[in-house]
């Protein structure tokens, strides 16, 4: 039935680092369309059923250039990020629904311009700090096929690692967040 996506809203696999699409620069959003709007409900309903505040596009399997996440206001959608004048440093713990459960400290700008579309295509602006500032680098970084831990010091990078191979040394490369098992990862840091 066109236009009507909402029955057909589903929680999706969630990749783990070690799978190659997470390495990958996504190509840019250019249909804003009924898929689009699907994706991103699919999306939003994954990064709740995880407890994430943020998800990124590749995360989901898919190589494109957005990301969701709700900082306690809502959903919003971001498509095509450019970020730009920096400013600020700022040391925080993150984690990421990619490596669920691993936080490691990172030191990023406090304070960041998000140049983007909307989900219908229109040009948007955001100027953000704290939080906000950090889930556009933080997405931004998934779209562009960096990883979180790159950003680390190599103190840090190493601890991260190691935490990381213990967990999923076994090679598992998805999980399929339940949100009946309670939560998994600490919403507020969880990009
Ligand atoms: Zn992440």
Redesign the pocket.
Known sequence: MPGNYDSVMAVLPIRIFGDPVLRERGRPVTDFGPDLAALVDDMVETMYAASGA???AP?VGVLQRLFVYDVGEGPEVVCNPELSDFAGTWTYEEG????PGVYVEIERPREVTCRFQDVDGNSREVRAEDLLGRVFQ??TD?CDGVW?IDRADKEHRREALREFRQRFGDGTTQWLPDPSDGKRVRADV??
Do not use: D, I, V
């Open positions: 943020g998800l990124a995360q990421c629904l990619s490596l933080h997405e998934h979180f969880t990009l």
